[in-house]
């Protein structure tokens, strides 16, 4: 059984993809509703979130929540996750560069504790077009969610991930990818490997 918030590997980095109503934005939400709290707290960035959040917005589950990056994180902050992270990261460099950077380098950034150690900060990235996200992301995360993606450029970004090209775990996960129901998904771990789901009637 996958432990969703990676407890016992934080900071980390996850990519979370999937078009719309995969089911990708539930699975961030159910990320920050299950957060350990004694790892610290949580910041979602949801641009196109209603004022408060609804429920199918990240922001709902998350202790802090913004429609753009702040200027600074608040010192306790341990979890940073983006619905639509290519928003941030396509953008103009010299906006909120301190996002980009944790974006593209995730768990080496962090606020500094008293012994002058930054504590890190785990990263959740989600987007609708893995192919437009930065190379960097993928080569960072130490997890990938992946909801039913369709896009040929898409799919192809997938395969430069450790496993997803040349294996038969690989290609059986690149042929469920497209035709996946709302709500199952494929887990690409960078230390335990890949996840099918059983999603009924798929024969593999």
Known sequence: MLDLTMRNHHPWVMLVLGGR??????TIGS?????????????A?????ADPPHRENIGFWADRWRRSPPDQLEPDTALVACDEATLILTGRRDEKPLFRELFLRGRHMGPRGADGRARGISVLMGTQRPIDMPRTAFTQADRVVIHCLKGRTDLE??????????????AAALRMIPSL????????????GIFLPEVPGWRR
Do not use: H, N, Y
């Open 21 to 26: 109503g995969t089911g990708k934005s539930q």
């Open 31 to 43: 990320i920050l509703s299950t957060w350990p709290k004694e790892l610290g707290s949580t910041l």
């Open 45 to 49: 960035i949801d641009p196109r979130a």
């Open 157 to 170: 970004r997938l395969c430069e991930l450790e496993g997803m090209d040349g294996t038969p775990a690989g």
């Open 181 to 192: 129901p709302a709500g199952f998904c494929v887990v690409w771990d960078a230390r335990q």
